[in-house]
């Protein structure tokens, strides 16, 4: 069968160490790194007059808005399926913002393609010379995607993922490279894993967290039951800017909060402002905000556009030793805990 878009790509469980091999259906793991990117599946024709294919992890076709790629693509041979990370580098480094940029500026798409050249970091292969390779198990799989980049002796934008079976090295990477901007963490894989689409099976997500402080803004709920904490920071000239607003808290977490709350005045920075009720979302929150005086301890991974986290933060404590002078002010640096 010869797999035609849109595809589920497959998906990892979300895991706070590094699984042991021992641990792993079939006994063993490949590891990779995991970049900040957008997932993407990289379809390329079968026949003559079909279309080079982006497709992103929702469905989305974005061949049109990374012409670059498409004309990349002339490099790899008919009938490739690739699964991999879809990423845009600015000034040296991977930047998010600037992939964001990219990815919803359509008109300006050939202009930006020059600007802010696209990369496919490839860390998988669903099917090869029009054979489908899901049931193939990973080791197998990666083979075949290591024969595709040395046989065709690819280049950049065509980037072959790191891959090892070492835990030492994955534990390097998780520690060292997240130090990287457009490094999160690493996805340990099982060897013998087929590929499912769709399914979280035998793929486990590792960030690397960090905690740090920010100035608690506003709450979701009520002042007597806080669900979510909505978080921020000083910025420059002392205005309080969102940062992240946290995962929902659990009974005796939100009863610690709620004794510390007051509501805020009519003069509150954030008063009249929409909350986005999660990245890339047009639903929004109802916030009840808060005199922006407690301090919240918070986990967090490394995944920040512009000062701003991605992905929703963890509250670990109060800090009523601290101020809001204390805290970082908008878009420092958090306090790495490995």
């Known amino acids: 069968m010869v797999l ?12 706070e160490t590094i699984p042991l091999p021992g641990a792993m259906p079939g006994g063993g793991m490949l590891i990779d790194p995991k970049f900040d990117g957008f997932r993407c599946l990289l379809f390329t024709p079968v026949e003559d007059g079909q279309p080079v294919v ?3 992890r929702r469905g989305a076709m974005y061949q049109a808005r990374f012409p670059d790629l498409v004309a990349a693509a002339a490099q790899l041979p008919r009938g490739l399926v690739l699964d991999g990370e879809l990423a845009v580098l600015e000034e040296g480094q991977l930047s998010f913002t600037a992939l964001q940029r990219r990815a919803t500026a359509v008109r300006q798409a050939r202009v930006l393609a020059a600007e802010l050249p696209a990369h496919f970091i490839a860390f998988d292969i669903l099917q090869a010379d ?3 390779l899901l049931d193939e198990p990973l080791w197998r799989r990666r ?3 290591e024969a595709l980049f040395a046989d065709h002796r690819l280049t950049p934008p065509w980037t072959l993922c790191p891959s090892t079976t070492d835990l030492a090295v994955a534990q390097e990477w998780l520690t060292e490279w997240t130090d990287v901007p457009g490094v999160e963490g690493v996805v340990v894989k099982s060897r013998a894993g087929r590929y499912r689409p769709g399914v979280r099976g035998s793929w486990y997500k590792v ?7 920010a100035i608690i803004g506003g709450v979701t709920g009520s002042l007597r039951h806080p669900q979510v904490l909505l978080l921020g920071r000083l910025d420059a000239i002392g205005r309080l800017r969102l940062v992240g607003k946290t995962v929902p808290l659990k009974p005796t977490p939100s009863a610690e909060v709620a004794d510390q709350l007051t509501g805020a005045d009519t003069d509150h920075p954030w008063t ?32 920040q556009d512009a000062g701003v986290w991605r ?4 509250y670990v404590r109060l800090r009523q030793d601290m101020t809001a002078a204390d805290v970082p002010t908008f878009g420092g640096m958090q306090r790495h805990t490995g």
């Open 4 to 15: 035609r878009p849109p595809v589920e790509p497959m998906l990892a469980q979300a895991r």
């Open 54 to 56: 982006l497709q992103t």
């Open 130 to 132: 029009g054979r489908e």
């Open 143 to 145: 083979e075949v995607l």
């Open 207 to 213: 960030r690397r967290r960090a905690t740090t402080e």
């Open 272 to 303: 009249g402002v929409r909350f986005s009720a999660r990245w890339g979302s047009r639903d929004h929150l109802i916030p009840v905000l808060v005199e922006p005086r407690c301090i919240a301890e918070i986990s967090g991974d490394t995944a």
């Open 311 to 314: 992905h929703p933060v963890r």
